[in-house]
């Protein structure tokens, strides 16, 4: 292939374990790769309000050979299955047969408490094992909370969408977004009236495409346009900035639980990136902020605000910063 078609690419979609993956990507062989631990990961943060798996996982996991480079999502066309290391989930005290049925239950609605609406797929009754379908704005609770009438849970699920693709962009390699995730796209339910789809719930998510939904994507009145605009400021934020392009990825320790933590850098720019995966403010004291190299005044990216790194840095719910010094 390198003789007969010198600019083509492989891409390896390696089904196995986190660490097994790692063993496709290189420069010879695939120099791309789907990073399905990324979004189990994402998924599992945003349920248990706790980053420490994925941080663990991604310190340990991430770094790709020079050359090479992840292809991160937060959803694809087929299921979101729990693609992580066991080692990982018990590093922090969870039982991993128990957590991937608590993550099951949690995103098909079972879960008391929970804001997702999805489906499983290929659930073995004896086990309690599978997987879970359902589109992006599904799983993050912008269908209960427009069901429920409730404006405050609907600011809570447009913060969840923004926070984990803001992350599939600014961490480092391809972002992948699924069509219709871009302008919050619901579940579609009626895939269980047709007789060529009926018991496969990942045409839960594989509607066809909404144009009269994708007109209303300038619209910052409409959930469409909120989602549709926030991720192109973040893409833009991307763009604009040296550190994303082919900058280093480093990750933190934020000393909260709550909080993802990584730093972007190249010889042009260092950025800081931090995410709150709570629906409560949660707050870095100062003391972290200069550990982890902040100085004294820090801009936010995303947001276009100074904020000082003296002082305690208070993230809202489900708040994502960009912090360039």
């Known amino acids: 292939v390198s003789i007969a078609a010198p600019a083509m690419v492989f891409k390896s979609e390696a089904i196995v374990h986190p660490d097994e993956v790692r063993e496709y990507i290189s420069v010879d062989e695939c120099p791309l790769s789907y990073n399905p631990q990324v979004m189990a990961l994402l998924w599992d943060a945003l349920a248990t309000r706790d980053v420490r798996v994925l941080q663990r996982a991604m310190q340990s996991r991430f770094a790709v050979p020079s050359g090479c480079a992840w292809v991160n999502y937060v959803r694809c066309h087929d299921d979101i299955g729990w693609a992580f290391a066991n080692d990982d989930v018990e590093a922090v005290g969870f039982d991993p047969r128990i957590h991937r049925h608590f993550l ?16 499983p797929f290929q659930e073995d009754p004896v086990t309690g094992d599978a997987r879970v379908s359902g589109t992006c704005a599904s799983l993050t609770g912008v269908e209960r909370a427009l069901e429920d009438g409730d404006g405050r849970e609907l600011e809570l ?34 895939y269980d009236q047709d007789a060529e789809k009926v018991g496969d719930s990942r045409w839960l ?15 910052m009145e409409t959930v469409p346009g909120r989602i549709y605009q926030g991720l192109l400021r973040l893409l833009q934020v991307r763009i604009h900035n040296h550190a994303f392009a082919r900058g280093d990825t480093e990750l933190l320790d934020t000393g909260n639980r709550h909080v993802f933590g990584f730093l972007r850098s190249s010889e042009q720019s260092t950025v800081f990136v931090l995410g709150n995966f709570s629906e409560h403010a949660q707050g870095l004291e100062a003391r972290r902020l200069r550990q982890m190299g902040m100085r004294k005044t820090m801009v936010d990216l995303f947001a276009g605000q100074t904020i000082v790194a003296t002082q305690e840095l208070v993230l809202g719910p489900y708040q994502l910063m960009a912090l360039a010094r």
């Open 157 to 190: 699920a447009i913060g969840r969408i923004l926070l984990i693709h803001g992350i599939i962009i600014m961490i480092g390699g391809i972002p992948l977004i699924y069509l219709g995730d871009e302008i919050a796209t619901l579940n579609d339910y009626a």
């Open 104 to 119: 099951t239950r949690f995103f098909t609605g079972r879960f008391d408490g929970s804001f997702a609406r999805g489906a």
């Open 205 to 219: 998510h594989r509607g066809a495409f909404d144009w009269e939904r994708a007109e209303q994507r300038r619209d």
